[in-house]
């Protein structure tokens, strides 16, 4: 009944094992993979015809974890799997954006790429295994697929290379000093695809060197892929493309030295006109048939490209007249906002990003539901594209998949320079907003982020910039590399490499690749450029802003202190009866962790020192020869009961409450009077013995021994 086909190696040791023929047959491609005990299935199915007019490549790809892999169910009401999370999001761009570049040019049909995750044994990541079967899948389809390609996470631990790392190792990189790289390339037998990192401070020379090692490592996982096609993979789809080199020399013809003069201009919107202009020109030379060819837009596509290349590989000019290693004219600026807990507006050349930060308390953190379990994240990076931003008119929703791709890799290059969440106890949530775009806006929300945390007094290790680098590669080996590419340069090259870091490293490395990968000769030219691109633009935000600042008057002061963990539950009470009481008498917000680290927040220094008192006053012994300021709670015969220690009571005896005789206690005494008194012990029974007499009541302090006329009980 089935045609199964399977095959594995031992590869970072674990068993990969590639299968296909037994689950869904009805696929153009479908492949489990497994690694360890983590199995992801992919199938792919792909349209056997263009949509008429078709001028685009529609490639959709989903990668879904069930929480069934791991023997969970999903929180929530509803207990499904909804909306994907961050998670699905940042690994379904992960596995699009190596394969994509790989089809035939020319391919227009439909393409879906499905990845869910099927069981996952907690220590190998699915990401990684999903791209490895998406891979095969494809290669088994039998679509115009240039593979396949595979793809290796490394770490970095003692100077030495990790090849896939578990799980546990790369959870909160930020607390795990020794382990100081989190690395996931994707590439083909000869080249590298694709990058995506995060990174602590790693020399250009570290980064290149883990790249050039995950490229090493997944040699042998083509192979497998290979191996599994000669066996299984079906037929080659009957594409040819289409032969557009016609209605390309007509656009060239009519419009080719119209386009150069529209690229002259150096100005973003009057270039945008000049180009426009130049397509009308082109259009008013056509024919209705031609105009009518499906082939018409890439034919003007492909003018423009070849135009703006052509002048940076053979002349050096760019579209903006700067040499290829020169970035725009940076202005930063920080405080902009009066009520926000730190603000600053980043702008460089025709790109900008307002970007805020707010300080909140742990109440304030993000709690993320996965499949290797529950966790909460105290660095959150929202980053915001409305249309107006590059002069649109367009529909405003919900952010999408570049949104969060962008937001994310903000994230990865300023958590490296954090403080530790017990040095700095609070929820940090910076929000880029991008005003203006013309260039990697990624790489502005880095640096306004860096500028906005220390403008809130967040105590970064160091500022970080970011700076996004791009590739012209032609057909006859000639390439250059260009520093802070502009977004023409960024659609029309070819390699979009975006490098964060200090001035001691890198801690956030992204590229993507357009054609069929580089080589290491041109990522170590790009890592070099992008380091000296990166020290001018830190230097220039060092004008603004260099150091952290004092915190905003409208952020909450937080204070942490540490309990013995036995004393957790005294503090909460019965149902939450004691720290509720704290929270209401005191006004401070109070956070209990499970190992008795307790935070307390407010923007009032008195709620915090009321809190902090009232807690201490529950965990704390009192100190014998202590003086402490207590409440007369009951008086009888003999003496009176005085609450000096938060809940604690202790007896004043009658011979200790003045020095002069008393008949009563109630001739000095009366409840609900402030005393001070001083412990002097415990008697047989553990009661404890307190004094008034030795004590100065007006300014609580001891008398001496020659002062106290009475002795002591």
């Not at 399977?6 to 479908?30: C, F, P």
């Not at 690994?91 to 089809?103: K, V, Y």
């Not at 590229?511 to 000296?532: C, F, H, R, S």
């Amino acid at each position: 009944m089935f045609n199964e086909v399977k095959k594995s190696i031992q590869w970072g040791g674990e068993t990969l094992t590639l299968e296909t023929g037994k689950v869904a047959r009805q696929a153009d491609g479908s492949v489990i993979a497994t690694l360890g005990e983590t199995s992801v299935m992919a199938n792919v199915t792909f349209a056997k015809e263009a949509k008429p007019g078709q001028d685009f490549f529609p490639l959709t790809v989903h990668y879904q974890e069930k929480f069934y892999a791991a023997g969970k169910i999903p929180g929530g009401y509803f207990k499904r799997e909804a909306r994907p999370s961050e998670k699905e999001t940042l690994t379904s761009r992960l596995i699009d954006r190596p394969i994509r570049p790989l089809f035939v040019e020319g391919f227009r049909n439909e393409v879906l790429v499905m990845c869910t995750v099927l069981s996952h044994d907690l220590h190998n990541e699915p990401d990684v295994v999903a791209m490895i079967a998406a891979s095969a899948a494809l290669t088994l389809s039998g679509a115009p697929f240039r593979g396949p390609i595979a793809a290796a996470r490394v770490g970095f631990v003692n100077g030495e290379y990790v090849l896939n790392p578990s799980v546990d190792d790369l959870q909160n990189l930020r607390s795990n000093p020794e382990q100081r790289l989190d690395l996931v390339v994707a590439g083909t037998q000869d080249a590298v695809m694709m990058v995506e990192s995060e990174a602590y401070e790693l020399s250009e020379e570290e980064m290149l060197g883990a790249v050039v090692f995950a490229h090493q490592q997944i040699q042998p996982v083509i192979d497998l892929i290979i191996d599994l096609a000669e066996e299984a993979a079906k037929e080659p789809f009957d594409f040819h493309p289409v032969d557009d080199s016609a209605i390309r020399a007509r656009v060239r013809a009519l419009g080719e030295d119209a386009m150069r003069k529209a690229f002259g201009n150096r100005v973003k919107q009057d270039r945008v006109a000049a180009i426009e202009a130049a397509v009308e020109t082109i259009k008013a030379g056509l024919t209705e048939a031609e105009l009518a060819d499906p082939s018409l837009k890439g034919a003007i596509k492909a003018l423009e490209s070849d135009v703006l290349r052509g002048d940076i590989v053979r002349g050096g000019k760019r579209i903006d007249g700067r040499a290829l290693d020169v970035v725009r004219p940076i202005v930063s600026e920080t405080g902009l906002l009066p009520r926000t807990h730190g603000s600053a507006l980043f702008t460089r050349g025709e790109t900008q990003a307002l970007v805020v930060t707010t300080l909140g308390t742990g109440d304030d953190e993000q709690f993320v539901d996965a499949l290797h379990g529950n966790s909460k994240q105290n660095f959150l990076l929202h980053y915001n594209f409305p249309p107006y931003s590059v002069g649109e008119v367009g529909r405003v929703g919900s952010p999408g998949r570049r949104e969060i791709g962008h937001g994310k890799l903000a994230w990865r290059a300023l958590q490296a320079v954090l403080p530790a969440a017990t040095d700095f106890p609070y929820t940090i949530r910076v929000v880029s907003e991008i005003t203006e775009s013309n260039g990697s806006s990624s790489m502005a929300s880095v640096c306004g982020g860096s500028l906005s945390m220390m403008d809130a007094g967040v105590p970064l290790k160091a500022p970080v910039a970011g700076v996004a680098m791009g590739l012209v590669l032609e057909d006859d080996g000639q390439w250059a590399v260009l520093t802070d590419i502009l977004g023409d340069e960024d659609h029309l090259g070819d390699m979009d490499f975006k490098v964060a870091g200090t001035e001691a490293g890198i801690t956030s490395l992204q590229m993507d690749i357009k054609v069929a990968g580089i080589t290491p000769e041109i990522m170590g030219k790009a890592l070099e450029q992008a380091k000296a691109g990166r020290l001018h633009i830190l230097a220039e935000m060092n004008k603004a802003l260099s150091a952290p600042q004092g915190f905003s008057e409208y952020a909450p002061r937080i204070e942490t202190m540490t309990i013995p963990t036995d004393k957790i539950r005294e503090v909460i009470g019965s149902g939450g009866k004691v720290i509720r009481e704290i929270v209401e008498v005191s006004g401070a917000k109070v956070d209990i962790s499970d190992d008795g680290t307790i935070k307390i927040a407010s923007a009032n220094g008195e709620a915090i020192k009321k809190a902090y008192d009232m807690i201490w006053s529950i965990v704390a012994e009192p100190e014998v020869n202590g003086v402490y300021k207590g409440t007369v709670v009951k008086i009888v015969d003999f003496g009176a009961f005085v609450n000096f220690f938060g809940k604690r009571d202790g007896l004043v005896h009658v011979s200790q409450i003045a020095a002069s005789r008393l008949n009563h206690p109630s001739d000095a005494l009366k409840e609900g009077q402030e005393v001070w008194v001083k412990l002097l012990g415990f008697d047989d029974r553990g009661k404890v013995r307190l004094s008034m007499k030795v004590v100065d009541q007006e300014t609580g302090k001891e008398m001496a021994k020659e002062d106290a006329s009475a002795d002591q009980a």
